[in-house]
């Protein structure tokens, strides 16, 4: 399967962006779909992870009460709403796809490129 994401930008703190995450292939509602980022000179961290299904989701605990993943199958695309945003969520955010449940990266074998969220303060 390939991602790609997109719907990054420049947001002043406290503010919202969507960021999606477009899956070509036929084998997208047959994984798990999560959400990772990077911030620059940092280690790349877990953010959110959604089943297949889409009934069952995992957020760090940074991000709860403040993002929310999805999906459409339908649409092939899983979202990350992120509201009430921090200048400590600045990063290039990717989503991967697995074939567990797990908030381990080296679990996801396919990657998207990343898009650049920034938060000013």
């Known amino acids: 399967v390939q991602l790609q994401a997109s719907g990054g930008g420049l947001v002043q703190a406290g503010g919202s962006l969507r960021l999606s995450c477009a899956a070509s292939?036929?084998?997208?509602?047959?994984?798990?779909m999560g959400w990772f980022r990077q911030a620059l000179g940092k280690e790349r961290e877990f953010v959110a992870i959604?089943?297949?299904?889409?009934?069952?989701?995992y957020y760090a605990d940074s991000v709860k009460g403040r993002f929310t993943i999805s999906r459409d199958n339908a649409k092939n695309t899983v979202y990350l709403q992120m509201n009430s945003l921090k200048p400590e969520d600045t990063a290039v955010y990717y989503c991967?796809?697995?074939?567990?449940?797990?908030?381990?990266?080296?679990?996801?074998?396919?990657w998207g490129q990343g898009t650049l969220v920034t938060v000013s303060s």
């Open positions: 991967a796809a697995a074939d567990i449940f797990t908030a381990v990266a080296e679990s996801f074998g396919y």
């Open positions: 292939g036929r084998t997208f509602s047959s994984h798990d």
């Open positions: 959604i089943s297949r299904s889409g009934y069952t989701t």
